[in-house]
């Protein structure tokens, strides 16, 4: 079984970084592949990026200039840090792991919202 | 970058009734490579079909997905109460479509 779990501040002011972490708990850590997608309120799912075990990360072009992420294998846990951010990234935050070859996401967190604002 | 249509934008549907939804993508994507999710109001999204048309565990068989090359459908062959909510598609773990609600007619 596979949980997963977002922590981060909910509250971020404008131009400043969005820092969040994603804990996992897994028996398969390095068989999977971790991403992060974001939901603004009322909308749908938009992909931020994803890393693999060995570190190799790919992002969503739209993105490309301001995210990073990257991941632990010590701690079981991956990281998302999006820079200057604005209140169009207020969003509800999910990490969610699956299958590399499919690069299906089985598993999801419960997502967490952060509010851009001064 | 692969850009994914989904359509209808809203189902409107009865229990019991059959639903069809379509993912539309700007290029091919191999048939490996595409996914449906369904979500729920102020919950996670839960995979559904990997692979194009592999039903994830636990997945129901009234859910099942086809298509190829730029076309693909989720069918769910008698909707139950319970599978009235947005249903997503997304390719090679990246972008996802605009989503489709399935909503009581």
């Known amino acids: 079984q596979v949980q997963l779990q977002v922590s981060g501040p909910g509250l971020v002011k404008p131009s400043e970084t969005l820092s969040l972490t994603c804990n996992v708990s897994?028996?398969?850590?390095?068989?999977?592949?971790w991403s992060w997608i974001r939901q603004p309120p009322g909308r749908g799912l938009e992909w931020i990026g994803y890393?693999?075990?060995?570190?190799?990360?790919n992002y969503n072009p739209s993105l490309k200039t301001r995210v990073g992420i990257s991941i632990d294998t010590s701690t079981q846990q991956f990281f998302l840090k999006l820079k200057s951010v604005t209140a169009a990234d207020t969003a509800v935050y999910f990490c969610?792991?699956?299958?590399?070859?499919?690069?299906?996401?089985?598993?999801w967190g419960q997502g967490a919202l952060v509010t851009v604002s001064s | 970058e692969v850009v994914l249509a989904q359509s209808p934008a809203t189902l409107s549907l009865s229990p019991g009734e059959r639903a069809t939804l379509s993912c539309r993508a700007s290029?091919?994507?191999?048939?490996?490579?595409l996914a449906w999710y369904q979500q729920k109001f102020g919950q996670a999204p839960r995979l559904l079909i990997y692979?194009?048309?592999i039903r994830a565990t636990g997945i129901p068989e009234r859910f099942s997905g086809s298509g190829s090359g730029t076309d693909f459908t989720l069918t769910i062959s008698r909707l139950e109460p319970e599978d009235f909510a947005l249903y997503y598609c997304?390719?090679?773990?990246?972008?996802f479509g605009q989503g489709t609600k399935v909503e009581t007619k």
């Open positions: 997304q390719q090679y773990g990246m972008s």
């Open positions: 969610a792991g699956g299958n590399s070859w499919y690069t299906s996401l089985n598993y």
């Open positions: 692979g194009t048309s």
């Open positions: 290029q091919t994507i191999d048939n490996n490579y």
């Open positions: 897994s028996d398969s850590f390095s068989n999977y592949f």
């Open positions: 890393v693999f075990y060995s570190g190799s990360a």
